[in-house]
């Protein structure tokens, strides 16, 4: 485990899961986690976490017309990113 500093990132691995269509399924994302500096540098009671994955649109049950099938990806990326206060 790391300290998280103020106003610095650190990348992380997050696992959990991810429902769309009705269906969930497990998935790991990428992120950057960072503890809110002020002006003067100190931290906040903020934390922001942003992260992307990707996910098969036929694993989730989503069909793609065929009529558009080649201009539309089977695997679409998935961006989130999620500012929390503390305590």
């Known amino acids: 485990a790391s300290t998280l500093t ?11 899961n991810f429902t769309l269509h009705g269906r969930t399924h497990p998935v790991t994302a990428s992120a950057r986690v960072t503890w809110v500096a002020d002006d003067q540098g ?6 922001r976490v942003r992260a992307h994955f990707s996910v098969h649109l036929a ?9 558009v099938q080649l201009k539309v ?3 679409i990326g998935v961006d989130v990113s999620i500012r929390g206060n503390a305590g």
């Open 6 to 16: 103020a106003g610095t990132e650190a990348r992380v691995t997050l696992r959990g």
């Open 42 to 47: 100190h931290g906040t009671g903020q934390v």
């Open 59 to 67: 694993d989730y049950g989503v069909s793609i017309p065929e009529v």
């Open 73 to 75: 990806s089977e695997t």
